[in-house]
């Protein structure tokens, strides 16, 4: 069964340095996710991606963050200079039709800033 | 704005149990779709079900099923007979069509459900 995959599953990075994040969507998807859930609480959006630009970003997702599509198949979620506060379980999700189909979550990659 | 309120934080209950898990949603927009999604311990998001604002059929899955009612704006979630391996955080999600197609979706704050032998 096809599957989103992140990479990799944990991260640990000082504070004020540079991460990317790597997720390869699946195949025949056209919308891609972030999101992102700090330990305990709610699943927050991040921003969608369609046709090689970003759809939409919430007020999370400040110039701190990117998101790239390099080639046909993985999609980054660069975070620039780390902050504690951005320690958390990131989340890549793929759709076929945005809003009008489920999203296929990948396993997350869990960020912790030291 | 699109808001998702899950009330019950934690639920606790006995194998074999049924049980039903609230969800409260707020939107403009007449075309919309509501989701569920199941958080194991290990961590990932398991896609339940999705539903459009035009279908308020009720469904049932095997132990699950959806109770989506327009009228009061809820679309809740019964397991029946639970069981241990049904221990998890359940998500109610909720995405918009208007502006985008991209399907930014709302997640309310989730209910742990802990089911014991």
């Known amino acids: 069964e096809p599957e989103v995959t992140q990479t990799p599953s944990h991260q640990v990075t000082q504070m004020g340095q540079e991460v990317i994040l790597r997720c390869v969507p699946i195949?025949?998807?056209?919308?891609f996710y972030w999101y992102r859930q700090i330990l305990g609480q709610k699943v927050e959006f991040l921003v969608s991606?369609?046709?090689?630009?970003?759809?939409?970003k919430s007020e999370i997702f400040d110039d701190q963050f990117s998101v790239e599509r390099p080639d046909g198949s993985n999609f980054t979620l660069k975070i620039r200079s780390t902050k504690l506060e951005d320690s958390a379980m990131y989340f890549c999700?793929?759709?076929?039709?945005?809003?009008?189909?489920?999203?296929?979550f990948g396993q997350g990659t869990r960020l912790t800033v030291v | 704005a699109q808001k998702v309120t899950q009330a019950q934080t934690e639920i606790s209950v006995v194998e074999k149990e049924d049980v039903t898990l609230d969800c409260v949603y707020e939107?403009?927009?007449?075309?919309?779709?509501l989701f569920w999604y199941k958080q194991p311990p290990s961590g990932e998001l398991v896609f339940l079900i999705r539903?459009?604002?035009?279908?308020?059929q009720n469904e049932i899955s095997g132990r699950y099923s959806w109770n989506f009612q327009k009228s009061t704006s809820s679309f809740n979630f019964t397991i029946t007979a639970s069981q241990v391996v049904d221990s998890a955080v359940y998500f109610c999600?909720?995405?918009?069509?208007?502006?985008?197609?991209?399907?930014?979706?709302?997640f309310g704050d989730g209910t742990t459900l802990t089911v014991k032998p």
């Open positions: 999700a793929s759709s076929t039709q945005g809003a009008r189909t489920e999203a296929f």
């Open positions: 195949s025949n998807h056209l919308y």
């Open positions: 991606f369609y046709n090689n630009e970003i759809s939409e």
């Open positions: 939107t403009r927009d007449t075309t919309y779709y």
């Open positions: 539903r459009n604002s035009f279908d308020e």
């Open positions: 999600a909720l995405s918009e069509a208007v502006y985008t197609n991209a399907g930014k979706s709302t």
